[in-house]
Structures are given as structure tokens and as C-alpha cells.
């Protein structure tokens, strides 16, 4: 391959080393009947693997108002509320790829929450195997290494597991990365035209920061082509029918502009109404672009500066380490394979990711995925660097030598990670607010020598094995224990704490109470219609009100005959009357008894101080999460059977549960506030 | 107070400039290339058009259900126009790169930018001096641009008339509509940077055909004199000469101030002059105080703020028409001028069609510019604008016959003959064809849903016009644009040809008596019009005896019209010419039979095209509600006056400048010049003294200690006071759905704010009402009106219009009355304001007290109408 001052480019010569086995190679296996490669399997593997990480406790948790707000859109698509006009029923969808997925989803099947997150899960599934597409130009060995990391990173199986739009923008933008590979390889129209769609599909109907993602790849490719790594500045012909060195304005002048933006306008136009079913879905595509401006000088609410980049350092420290290893590698290479020159795509796309997450404040949590493809691509080649046998002029280093090292690196790692947890534990027990005694952070000081013995030891393999192999078995040892910490991290952020505030990569999470809320409703329904869902329920909104595409409506999106309202006519007796928590009972035309719930929770970040320690490992902190956004149900007293008592209306705090004691008094007072 | 005023609202102002730039951007690749004739390739017209090309691209997909009315759909359709503009672009053969062009032609383009930002934030200047909304028929725009901006889908809701869309060409209120929603202001503030965008965008289109025009006119003297050193010395006076177009467009007024305003307030003009001038409410002075000698009844101040409250509204009344007796009637012409219109500042569809209108001059210049036929898409894209000005502004279909006249120009001054071979006439017919099967196809949803008062055209026999007071219209105009013809006409020379002149301006004249009278026959057979005529000639002695009344009175436009016809003679004469001949009349050997460049053959057109907007309203009239000619006379006035500014700027250069030719005498030179600086300068009064009454006046800013604060916002100016307007945004806020229907006051035929304040809830909300302003309902559905306002039971008990169901639920102490009301007209919220409390009984709105209240402030109640509630007794549930 030849760099040339001239922005050349050529990915036609692939590594030898990771070629592909040969038809002749292959016959001796072909004789002795069906063969699964051992790199097949390892990918089926990874793939199931991370198929596990997403599936189980899908749907369990309550979707937030982002979530509620897609899913919605969807749904009202799907089954138009009956009390509406079809105009009115509309919610439009920010992620139309995913807007479109769930329509048919909710179609085929059922509209439950699983339903609603499965497309998005199983697309990072995808996505984990995406590296295959790159192994012809990454080579066996790296391809795999990148699937790997993709299969433990925390970030995308967070994305995936709650309707990360960033999920659909990384996977177009690998499946774009990949057809301009194939086009500059083959100059066949057809992935150019391929490429156009991705990425037309990535800007418009990904999500609204897909435009970022895009900037990352043409940045990448513009970086990558004006690295002239040969001095050479002429073009290299080695096929006499194929022309397999490109400029940037060869590339230009030679994509096919007219059909590739023809057919993207019509894959956009078809995917964008659901396949002609719903014509109104483009404004979706509006909305994407409504949102991708405003989100240049908005900043989500409750969101810190810079938070993608905030959470992937929390969550892939793994990632950043070995990945700036691999920046380092790359930006000295001479290297001119197609795997240096993806890296160096990497390298630009990295910038562009800094710069989104600094200065474009619409960025969220999931966006961290805009580091998380140039940092494993970067990081696959340190780790493949680490993992390889270490041969030595000078040492002959055994290949268990440097594992061994490793796992003696990740036994001290982790001696100074129980300090940490000790000193942790030791501060959660003193009161929030107050500093811990002196003797407790002194604890601290048990790290340094663990942290010591890490250098020592390191010192002492170099004196065995010589620094080389000294440098590979840390390598190991920190992979091996920060891929562990980072897994652990992105398993209890998506399942675990999935409505818990304290965990960085959530905001403004919907409490768990909203499904014993619609348990509730579900008793309810059947006590006054004798089917699960037909009761008429009236939602009070109005100012900080719940809203009609929130994490409530979608709580409520089952019962058919739930209506949005503004005021309560006096004389409303509806079975069930849900508003805003107050004091005062709804003014309306029957007794009601209430019960108090939750819709979201909130955390105090400026309350961590010393509970850091405790929150980096397990997000325990002294200062609990409060609830927020409550609501007070509101049944009509007979529905229960429950008398009403002195005042018409007074909320109770009703236990949620399905069969109350039909003529049990309940006790009076105002509705006590619930802890999470 | 100025600074303080950008700190506080600079933002909305910024917002709309980068906003009119995007759209300029998105719409620039596809201009470049479509506009590759200009030397320009139309920048300055660039905005214009984005706007108007997003804002087609919006309404149609969402006309067929694809977007829904979101900023975000409006940023797709401007992602579409720039696609389709990329794709154009990287499609052309022979493109010529962008970049380097814009480099090569910085100061241009500085200059457009320059002069579009002083124009914006100037005349923003001057709304913020006086926002207020109340006056004329701005609250019937703020409705439909409120109605717009809440409608979820199109077409958009009338606010005036709830279960129907908006019947009035509309186009102007989506584009503004869709700016507001982009930048997020409110309508008080959308409404006030709408007149100052318009004021800027069409000052800078009239620049950027100014200054194509100067350029090309420079080039051809290049090709000509190949003298390109002198060609490029005379470069920056296309600059000046653009501006000075802006400034004939938009800033210039006509001279009824110079000529009749001042000596009138100053007391220097004889009695014997006003009545000669007979100008509404200044033909004679006041009666006079016989006490005190010299007194005429006037304030006797030059400064415009002592004069008469709204003294600057007469000048957009300066043609005066009479019966038969001599008595002025009682509907007079409209003689606006966009200053007035801008000094006004009403929103109306004539003013928001004002860039777009200089667009179509622009794209017709470009197209005589053209050596070659249009290609497909461009005649769509020539069909889209032009189309457009219908949904603009119907009156501005006359633009179709502008285009038209540009085909032929361009293959007059093509083909080298001098004349238009059958086979150019057929390919005229064939593109106008083409223009109107596109725009009926362009714009079919706005065809099919839009009715109008118009009912056909009508002779006019009694009311030509004065000369006296077409020179008070036009005057710098005329002066200019007559020494240009004369002087072209010189320039012609032997080719110029004055036999066809004659013929053509026979045929004109022949055309004009047998459409007047096949017009007259056909409106004799229409009942009301012959029963008309008959009472005019009862009332003169029978048929005879109107014979020579009415003789006598066609004689007092023959100056008038022989002017305007003098000018077709000129224009036909120089555009049409003939073979020079030799001194024994044999054609010379190599004739050069065209000797004007293209510009000048445009100009040519457009001062041909201006006379005969303005001769139109002598012979004939559209017939309509008023049964006069005072929106004929309006709407092809005002279209008169844009193209005859941006002639008399070319005019001004090429009679004094242009190097192409044989410099005018020097002393000629220096009448003419001096005369128009004079005439210009007396118009030029105009505005500054209508900006001190209307802005520093009425503004409150001469006020002593004034403390007025400029503001864009004057939404609040409509309401009843700050109770009334915080409940109307309350209700606002809270009435999201989209079929909602407010019910407020109304009143039988009221056409404005004048017995009260009607129809402000719906206006500053857009939530449609039962119904608003009937008065104009009926002049926008026409006969449609009736069957839409009126409610017949199937048994013929109830027979009521919708103000009459207004009147019965709010006074009405009979619940049931209240509630049929409430469900026939699906009315959501229940208004009660100053103005309901003023007209409707006491009792009858106690009856609402059972309702749950929606907004409350002071004495302002707005009520969820919920029929159950009303039903129930006052005090249920309490």
C-alpha cells in the first residue's frame, strides 16, 4: 500500500501474515468431512456472549422519559389512541431506524417493554460482531481482539440495553467505514452506493448526534489519506486493468453521486414511513435534524460538562489505557498495511469524538460509544502486541513467562483494590455530610505497598526475561484485571442498578415502582371491568404534570381507555384519577383514596466527596437516592370497597397490592413518602 | 436604549439573520447553476428564494401527510432543497466552481451582506420604536401567522372560522411561520422581524438586479468597445446604482408629502392648488378662523410630529375617483408603495410577496440572459416561483406575463432579426403553457381549498386618472424612465422602429375598446352590474344624457394613458428594431439590427410591463366585494412600482454613465440629473417624516423624560390589558391539541378593532374561534361564506350564524342552549375577558362558574368547556 503526499490510499494489500487460508490449504480438512474453524467458533462464542450480557432482565426496569418518549411514538403509531385524531396521536420519534424497528415490532408482536428495548439489543449483538467485516484488512488476530473488547465493553452494552440510538449511528458508520473499503478495493458501484445509504441512514435517521459519528469518519479518512508514510508521490499500478491507488478527489470525482444519492433517497424515503405504512414518519427524520441543531447549545438537564467522555473514562479504563498505547503506536508507525491506515481513520475519528464531547452539549451518556470504536480498534493493537510470544535477541523468554506475570500483576491489583473497598466500607459506616476519621484514609497507605510490589515484580521479570517480556506480562495483568473491572462495571450499571441514579451513565432514571403501579391498576381494572386493561383512567397533566410521551405513559400505554386532561370536570367519577402528588385532593365528582408512587429517582452528585471510593466500586453512597416526580393514584373508593373517610377525597397510603381487605379502614393521614 | 434593547433582543434578531443565510446557503448550488446567466448568479436573491423553495418543499410534504408542521420538518425540507441542489450541481457538465467565483467577487457579496444587515436591523429599529400590533388588519395576520404556527398539520387551521382551513393565499404567513418556530420567538416578536426581513430582503434583491443589470451592460460595452479598463472603472458604480434600487423599492415615497403634506401643513398652497390636486381631506383647507387673519386651520409646522395623528396614511390615496356629480366616492383606490407599507406594517400578502416578487424579476432577467431554451427542470423550478406568487399573493399572477415577456425578449434579442418568427411565438405559447400546467400542478392543494370574492372583470368607464395625481404616484419615475426612452430612442437610431411602434400601440388602443366593450356586454348580462348602470344614467338623465358626462370624464385620463402609451410606443420602437437602411432605403450589408444589450432589453420590458399595470385600471377592473377599482388600482400599482424602481436605477446610470454610448450633452445631462435629484429628494421626505410621526411619535420616544423601552415584542398590544394577555398566553400554554376551539366575542359584521376588541384570543393564540373578523371571512371564502357561517337544523328550527351562537352561549340562562352550542361547534375552552364581560349579560356568564377553570387572572376567566360540568349543579363536588 502507498501513502503518497497526494492523499493516496490503497487497501488492496492485505498482512500476509493474516491472510486467509487458501481453497488448497483448506482440502486436507474438506477430506476429512464438515470442519468448524476454531475462529468461527470463537466468534459464535463472543456472540453469544454477548447476546447473554444484553437478553436476560430485559424489560424489567421501566423505561425512562427518552426511552418512553421512542417507544410511544411507536406505539401511537401502531395503535392510534381512539379519543384522538390521527394528527394528534403523534409523537415523533428522534431515532427513526429504532422508531421503525419497534413498529414492526410492535406489529408483528407485542408492544411490551422487552419488545421495545430487544431491536436496539440485538443490534449491539451485531455490532460485536461487526469486526469480522474488517478481518481481511485488520487480519485474523487483531479482528478478533476487537470483537473481544467490543464484547466487554461496558458502554456499548448499555447502549444496547436501553435504546442507545448511538448503537444504530456506531453500526452504520462500521457498515459505511466497510463499503468505502470495498469500493476503493473493487471500484464496484455498488458499495459506493451501499456506503451512501449507511451513512445517509446515519445522519438522518440514526439519532440526532449521528451527523457526529459521520464528521468522525470522514475526518478519519481525510487524516488517515494525508498521512504520506513512503514519500512517494506517484502512482503505484500493480493490476494493469484495476487502478488501486486513490486520491481523495479520485475518490470524489469517481463515486457515483447520482445513483448513490438517488438510492439513498429512496431507502431513506421508504425506511423513514415505515415502508410507505406510515407517510408522516419522515418528520422523524426533522426531528433528528430539529434535535442535532438544538443540541449544539442545549445541554440535557442534570447532565455535567463533557459527559461522554466523563463516562467512558468511568466505565472502559481499559479502553483509554490500552487505547493510547495504540495512539501512541499509530501516530509513530511507518506502517503503510490497510490495518495502519485504518488506525489512522481511528486516530482522526478519536479527535473528532474529543471535540463532540467537549463542545456539543446534546451529547449524552450513550455517546461515550463515540470513543469506544476508535479506542478498541487503537487498543487491539496494544493488546495484540501483548499477547504475542515475546522473542528476544538476548532473552529467551518462555511463553508462560509473561502470563505468569500476569497474573501476579492482577493478584497485586487487586490486593490494592480490597484496601480500597476496606477504606470504602470504613467511611459509608460514618453519618453523610461528615468527614471520615483520619485513621480510616490512613488505611490507604496498605496500597502502597501492594502498588510497589506491581513494580517490583516488574522489575524482576525484566531481570529474568528482559524488559521486553516485563512490558507484555503488566500488559496482561491490567488487561486481564481492568476487562474485569470494566465487565463487572457495565453489568451492574445495566441490570443491577438499572433505576439507580448513583450510576453515572444515569440521569434521571424511572423508578422500578411504576411497575407495581400497573400491577395496581391491573387489580383495579378487573375489580370495575373484569379485564385487565379496560378501566378508564384519567391522567391529570398540566404544569409539571406528567406528560402524555413520558416514562408514565408508557407505565399506562396498556389501558386503552387512559385520557390525558388538563382540568377534572366536577364531576368526573372515573375509577382512577392519577396526578401530580399534592396535598390537596382532586375536586371531582366521587371519593377517592390514594396511593403514592415514584416515577423517577434523583441524586445529589455534590453530596460524594469521600463516598467516592465506595461509589467507583460498588455506587454505594451515604446519601441516598430521593424520589422524584411523584404521583398519587387516586381510586374511586368503591372500587376497593373502601368507605370513604371524612373529607370526600383524601389520599391514603393504600398498600399496592392486588387483593386489599375489602372493608378494612385505611388509616388517615397524608401519603407517607416512600424510599426507593 | 439602543444597545440595551440588542442586548435584550439581539438574539431573536441574530437568529433570523443566520436563518435567511442558511436558507441562502441550502438554496445556493441549485441557484449558482439555474442563475449561471447573471453576473451575480443572483446572491442577493439567493435568500429569497431558499426561503421560498423550503418553505414549497415543507407545505407539499406535509399538504400529503409526510411531515408534520415541526422546526425539525422545516430543517429536512431545507436538507432536501440542499440535496437536490448538490445533486444539480455535481450533475452540471459545465460547472463552474463555486468557491472561486465567490472569491472573485467578494465585494458584491460584502456589499449584499453589508447593505441586507443595515436594512434589517435599521428598520428593526424603527418597529421596536413602535411595536404595536393594534391597528388596520395586523391582528388578522397575527391570526393566521398563530394559526399556522399551532396547526399540527396543513393545511392550517383558520383561527377565524374553526373546522375550516385558512381560505386566502397563505404561502407569505408559512414562510414567516415557519422562521418563528425555527427561532423560537413569540408571535409578537415573529410579526415584528417579519417586516424587517421583508424591508431587507426585497432592498436586496432590488440590489442584486441593479447591479446584474449595470454589470451586464458593462460587459456588453466590454464585447463592444473591447475596452475592459474603462468597462471595470464604471464596476463600482453597479454597487451604487444597487443600492439606489434598494432605496426606490423600499425607502422612497411617493411625493404626495413634498407636493401636497407640507404646503397644506405650512399654509403656502393656494386653495385653487389643493383642489387641483384633490386629494382626500386636503383638497380645501379647514374652515377657517375668521379671527385670526392668516389662520388656515392648520398646525402651520414643518415637523411631522405636530401634524394631523396618521397624516402619512393619505399618501397611500392619492388617485381620487368621482361620480358622475363630481362627488369623491365613498371607497377610493389604494395607491400603497411598499414605504407606506412598511411604515404601516401590516403583514399583508402584498408585502410578504415583495422579495419574492423581485425574485421573478430576477429569474426573467436571467432567462433573457439565456442563449439557449430552459431544460426541464429549470422551467419546473421557473414554474415553482412563479406558481408561487399565486399562493403569495394572487394578484401577483401577473408575474406569469413578466416571464412570458422575458421569453420573448430573449429570443428576440437571440435570433439577431429584430422580430419574433412564428416559430418564437409558438415556443412563448409553449413555455407559458408549461408555466401554467406546472403551477396548477405545483400548487393544486392550495388550487382546490382557496375561494376568493373575485367575480370576473369589469369595464371601467368613469374613473381614468388624473394625471396630476399619477405624477404624485410616480413622479421621479416617470422623469427618469421618460428621458431613458427618449434617449434610447436616439440610441436606436435608424433602428429604431417607429412603424411598428405605431401598428403596435394601434392594436393596443383597438385591443383596449373591443375588450372594453365585449367586457361592458358581458357585464351587462350580470343583474347587479346593469342594474348599477342603470341607476348612474336614472341619475343623469337617463342613457343620453350619461353619453357625454361620461365622454367628458375619459378625457381627464388622456394624459395619463397617453403618457403610459408614449412609453409602449418607445419600448416597442427601440425593443423591435428594424434593418438600419441606407440613405436610398436598401438594407445595409451587415446590419447589426440589435444594438441594446440585454439588459437594456430588459429594462426596456419591465418599464413596458409597468405601464401597462398601471394603464390596466383605466379600461378595466376586477370585480369584487367593493364594486370599485380600489384593489385594481392597489395591487398593479404596487407591482408597477417595483418594476419601474429598479428600471429607474438602471435609467439613472445608463442616461448619465453608461460608457456603451455617446455621453447625453453635458448640459442635458446636468437638467436631468438635477431634476431627478430633486424629485428623488422631494420623495425621500416621506419617509423621514413618516418614521418621526409613526415611530418617535406615536412610539412615545419626543415624549419629554421618555422612557420607553424599544422592544419587537407587540403581542401584548392586542390584548385588553396585562390580565387579559397573561390569561390569553396561559391559555395558550395549556390548549395543546389541535383540534381545540376557543370560544370569545364576537360581533356581526365587524371588518376591525374599531367597536371593540374582537377575535384577540384566537389571534394571539391561534386557536381557531367560531368565528373572527366576519367582514373579511367573506371577502376570502366569498360565496362560500354563507353556507359555512350559517347553521340550518334538518328541521329548520335553529337557523343562526356562528355570531349568533357566540351571542346565545354567553348570554344565553338556558343551559341546554349553552351545551348545543358547545358540542356543535366542539368548543374546548370558554373565554371570558374584558371584552366578553362588556358584551354579554351578567347572568348569562355566571352560568360558567360551574366549569373547571383553566387560567384565571384579575378579572379573566377561561374555563374547560366541559359539557358534563355544566350540567352539574354550580357547587358539585366542592
Known sequence: MHITNDTEFNLEESQPSYDLPSETQALPAQRAGITIPVELLLYAALLLFALALRLPELGTNPLNDRQAHEALAAFRAVTPRADLQPDETQIIAQNPLMFVANTLLMSAAASTTTATLLPTALLGVLVV?????????????????????????????????????????????????????????????????????????????????????????????????????????????????????????????????????????????????????YPRGLSGIGEVLNQAIRGFVTRPEGQPIAFPLLTSFLYEPVLWVFGLVGLYWTLNSEGNSPADFIRRVLVGWLGISLLAALFYPGARAEHALWFTI????????????????????????????????????????????????????????????????IDQ?????????????????????????????????????????????SLGAGWRAAVVNADDPREFWRIHPAARNLNLMETTLITASKRVTSAPYDMQILVLTGEDGPTEDGALAWALHRFQNTEYVKELALTTNAPVIIARQSPEAPKAGAAYVGQDFPVYYIWDRGSLSWDFLSWVYDRTTRVLPQSDGRVIVWVRSDVYGVPPPDQASTPLNVPPVQDLPPAQPPPPGQPVPKQP | MFFDWIGREGGALLSWWLLTLLAGVAVYPLFFRLMGMLP?????????????????????????????????????????????????????????????????????????????AVMFVGWATVRAMNPSLVATEKPMEMAFLNGIRRSATFPPHDPWMSGYAISYYHFGYIIMATLANLSGVSSGIAFNLALPLLFALTGLGAFGIAYDLVVTQLRHFTEKQKNEVLARQHYPSALAIGVLAAVFVVVMGNLGTAAVEIPYQTCTASPAYLKWMNLDERDAYPAQDAAAPGNCGTTQSLDPANWNYWWWFRYSRVVRDTDLTGQPLVIQPITEFPQFSFILSDMHPHVLALPFAMLIVGLSFNLVMRKRDLYVWEVVLYALFTGGMIFLNSWDAVYFGLVLGAEAVRRLTNNGTGQLTGRDWLGVVRFGIALVGLTAILYLPFFIGFRSQAGGIIPNVLWPTQFNQFFIMFGPFLVILGAFLIVEARRAGQTFNARLAVQAIAGIIGFLVLAFLILAITAWFKPEVRQAAFQVADESGGFLGVIAPVLLRRLQGVVTEGVLLLAMFAVIGRLFAREPRKTDGTPDSAPQVITYSAATGFVLLIIAAGAVLTL?????????????????????????????????????WSVLYDPAWEPVATPLR????????????????????????????????????????????????????PDDYNAIQCLASVAKADNDVVAEATKANIAYNITGNYSRVSGLTGIPTLIGWDNHERQWRGETFDSANLFVDAANNINETRADAIAKLYNSTNIADALAEIRRYNISYIYIGPQERRDFSEVGLAKFDGLPTVCHFGNVDVYAADAVGLQAPKAAGN
Open chain 1, 129 to 277: 460482531g461487526l469486526p469480522l467485516l474488517f478481518r481481511r484488512w485488520l487480519g485474523t488476530g487483531n479482528a478478533l481482539i476487537v470483537t473481544v473488547l467490543l464484547a466487554i465493553s461496558p458502554v456499548l452494552l448499555l447502549a444496547s440495553r436501553s435504546m442507545g440510538g448511538t448503537v444504530w449511528s456506531m453500526a452504520l458508520a462500521l457498515l459505511g467505514l466497510f463499503c468505502i473499503g470495498r469500493f476503493i478495493e473493487s471500484r464496484a458501484a455498488a458499495y459506493a452506493v451501499a456506503a451512501t445509504i449507511f451513512l445517509a441512514l446515519l445522519v438522518l435517521m440514526a439519532e440526532p448526534a449521528g451527523f457526529v459519528m459521520f464528521l468522525g469518519l470522514l475526518v478519519g479518512l481525510l487524516f488517515a489519506a494525508s498521512g504520506n508514510r513512503t514519500g512517494n508521490d506517484t502512482v503505484d499500478t500493480n493490476d494493469e486493468t484495476t487502478d488501486n491507488h486513490f486520491t481523495v478527489s479520485m475518490l470524489v470525482r469517481s463515486w457515483p453521486w447520482g445513483r448513490a444519492l438517488l438510492s439513498a433517497t429512496v431507502v431513506v424515503g421508504l425506511v423513514g414511513t415505515v415502508f410507505l405504512l
Open chain 1, 374 to 437: 476508535p479506542l478498541v480498534g487503537l487498543a487491539a493493537l496494544t493488546v495484540e502486541r501483548a499477547l504475542i510470544p515475546v522473542r528476544d535477541k538476548f532473552w529467551d523468554v518462555p511463553i508462560w513467562g509473561p502470563y505468569l506475570h500476569g497474573v501476579a500483576v492482577v493478584a497485586m491489583l487487586a490486593i490494592t483494590g480490597i484496601n480500597l473497598v476496606i477504606v470504602a466500607r470504613l467511611i459509608m459506616n460514618t453519618a453523610p455530610g461528615t468527614l471520615p476519621t
Open chain 1, 441 to 485: 484514609p490512613l488505611r490507604l497507605i496498605f496500597i502502597v505497598p501492594a502498588a510497589l510490589l506491581v513494580v517490583i515484580t516488574f522489575f524482576l521479570v525484566g531481570s529474568i526475561w528482559g524488559a521486553r517480556a516485563a512490558w507484555h506480562g503488566l500488559g496482561i495483568g491490567v488487561l486481564a484485571f481492568l476487562g474485569a473491572y
Open chain 2, 40 to 116: 451575480s448568479r443572483g446572491y442577493a436573491l439567493a435568500r429569497a428564494a431558499g426561503l421560498m423553495l423550503i418553505g414549497f418543499v415543507f407545505w407539499i410534504l406535509n399538504i400529503l401527510g409526510l411531515l408534520s408542521n415541526t422546526p425539525g420538518s422545516t430543517v429536512l425540507a431545507a436538507l432536501i432543497v440542499l440535496v437536490i441542489g448538490l445533486v444539480s450541481y455535481a450533475t452540471w457538465k459545465e460547472r463552474e466552481p463555486i468557491l472561486p467565483w465567490l472569491r472573485a467577487n467578494w465585494s458584491h457579496i460584502l456589499a449584499a451582506e453589508l447593505l441586507f
Open chain 2, 616 to 652: 390596466l385600471p383605466d379600461f378595466v377592473y376586477l370585480r369584487d366585494g367593493f364594486g370599485v377599482r380600489i384593489n385594481t388600482v392597489f395591487k398593479l400599482y404596487y407591482q408597477g412600482w417595483l418594476l419601474w424602481s429598479v428600471a429607474s436605477a438602471y435609467a439613472l
Open chain 2, 670 to 721: 446636468l437638467v436631468f440629473g438635477a431634476l431627478s435629484v430633486v424629485l428623488i429628494a422631494l420623495c425621500m421626505i416621506y419617509p423621514v417624516d413618516a418614521i418621526r410621526s409613526r415611530a418617535f411619535k406615536e412610539g412615545g420616544h419626543l415624549d419629554p423624560g421618555d422612557t420607553n423601552a424599544l422592544t419587537l415584542d407587540g403581542g401584548a398590544s392586542l390584548a385588553m390589558g
